[in-house]
């Protein structure tokens, strides 16, 4: 309900975290299944390109010999868009997963971010933690804006904070925190 207020034409939207392992992938999830209950169609874009968790979380059907081409894939230029988009066990939502690289300041990415608004209703960008890389700050220029995440009880206000600021000094759009 929130993301449906915060503003007219908001489709575009980064999730991270100050740390590994606050349940910013689950929440991902999360509101990609409420929005395909919705009747929304929804890609998610993984960039947790060290350390991510969707490819074991979502069963892709992988052609072409069995193997599933990512982001990386796209971005170096080896495979086109529509040959990385994979359907979900989820109707009305289709994920690009991540794979190990260095490219996420291409103009391949932002057309990938324009490509997904213009076809989906909304874009979902799982991204590292803030404190772990800096892959969401940049990450963040091509989106509408960001959600941050963050353990109940686990994490600290002052982590919090620098995840906020590190987001803001780049110039992204806070929508909110869970």
Do not use: C, W
């Not at 009747?39 to 052609?63: F, H, I, N, Q, Y």
């Not at 941050?148 to 600021?165: D, F, P, W």
């Amino acid at each position: 309900t929130s993301i449906s207020f915060s503003g007219k034409g908001i489709k575009s939207i980064l999730f991270t975290s100050s740390l590994p392992n606050e349940g910013k992938s689950t929440v991902v999830m999360d509101l990609a299944r409420s929005l395909s209950d919705s009747k929304k169609s929804v890609l998610v874009v993984d960039t947790d390109m060290r350390k991510s968790v969707l490819v074991g979380r979502l069963k892709a059907k992988a052609e072409r010999g069995g193997k599933i081409y990512g982001l990386s894939h796209y971005l170096s230029g080896q495979k086109s868009l529509d040959k990385i988009i994979y359907a979900t066990n989820i109707p009305k939502v289709f994920i690009i997963f991540a794979n190990p690289t260095e490219l996420l300041e291409t103009d391949e990415f932002r057309e990938l971010i324009e490509f997904g608004e213009k076809n989906f209703d909304y874009v979902l960008v799982d991204t590292p933690p803030t404190g772990a890389a800096i892959d969401a700050a940049v990450v963040g220029k091509n989106v509408d804006g960001a959600v941050i995440v963050a353990a109940q009880s686990t994490t600290s206000s002052r982590a919090v904070i620098n995840a906020k600021k590190t987001l803001e000094d780049s110039g992204v759009k806070i929508l909110g925190a869970v």
